[in-house]
């Protein structure tokens, strides 16, 4: 109950393509879905975040879509660009748990 | 300015050595993170210290010991290295007990031989 499924472990989209990560959870207490991009030799940094009390949040070219009832959040990522290519990493939190809960990471590579 | 920085960057070593790891922050939280993230790039908390006090102790071999000499520092110490440790482990902070924020430091990427 406690993981967070990630998918796909990669994806290859186009220059000015739309990159979408899905990741699903179990523990109906997490309250607090952030995403983390990580570079090649760099630490996870915090992306964009959202809690359930919206369906959708939106950052520039990032947007987190909600949805409670199937307990799923996906990454959207607009008019994908080559200096988008990372490791995507969704995470939950929250009740009883006292930890960031890490999905399996996505490789995206954004072709020119 | 550093945020969270670890030194040192890159550590090789042979197995069966001890080595330390460690850790600063400058952003002024009070909870601090060990995580290890291996090949396959999972990445999977160690330990977690708030105010020095541990209160995450995931299932860790006891040869890793983390030690918080005050909030602002937490160090990572590993006896009798195996070449299963080789892996990168990264610390990271964050503000309160709700572990929701939290930057990461850049890394260090251990080596066992």
């Known amino acids: 109950q406690q993981q967070v499924k990630q998918s796909p472990q990669s994806l290859i989209v186009q220059k000015g393509g739309i990159s979408i990560i899905n990741c699903a959870y179990e523990?109906?207490?997490?309250?607090?879905f952030p995403w983390y991009q990580q570079f090649p030799g760099k630490g996870p940094a915090l992306l964009i975040a959202?809690?359930?009390?919206?369906s959708e949040k939106k950052e520039g070219r990032f947007t987190i879509s909600f949805n409670k009832s199937a307990k799923q959040f996906s990454l959207h990522i607009m008019d994908s660009q080559p200096g988008d290519s990372a490791t995507y990493f969704c995470?939950?939190?929250?009740?009883?748990?006292?930890?960031?809960?890490f999905g399996t990471g996505t490789l995206l590579a954004v072709q020119p | 300015d550093t945020a969270v920085s670890q030194t040192p960057k890159y550590l090789v070593t042979q197995m069966g050595n001890d080595k330390s790891i460690k850790c600063e922050q400058n952003?002024?939280?009070?909870?601090m993170y060990w995580y290890k993230q291996d090949s396959k790039k999972f990445l999977k908390i160690m330990f977690s210290?708030?105010?020095?006090?541990?209160?995450i102790n995931e299932t860790v071999p006891n040869r890793f010991s983390p030690k918080s000499p005050d909030k602002a520092h937490l160090n990572l110490h590993i006896n009798s290295l195996e070449l299963g440790d080789s892996a990168v482990y990264f610390c990271?902070?964050?503000?309160?007990?709700?572990?929701?924020?939290?930057?990461f430091g850049p890394g260090t990427r251990l080596l066992v031989l």
């Open positions: 990271a902070s964050s503000s309160g007990l709700r572990k929701e924020t939290q930057y």
């Open positions: 523990n109906t207490a997490f309250d607090y």
């Open positions: 959202i809690r359930p009390d919206v």
């Open positions: 995470a939950a939190t929250g009740g009883a748990t006292n930890k960031l809960i």
């Open positions: 952003l002024g939280h009070d909870t």
């Open positions: 210290y708030n105010n020095k006090e541990l209160i």
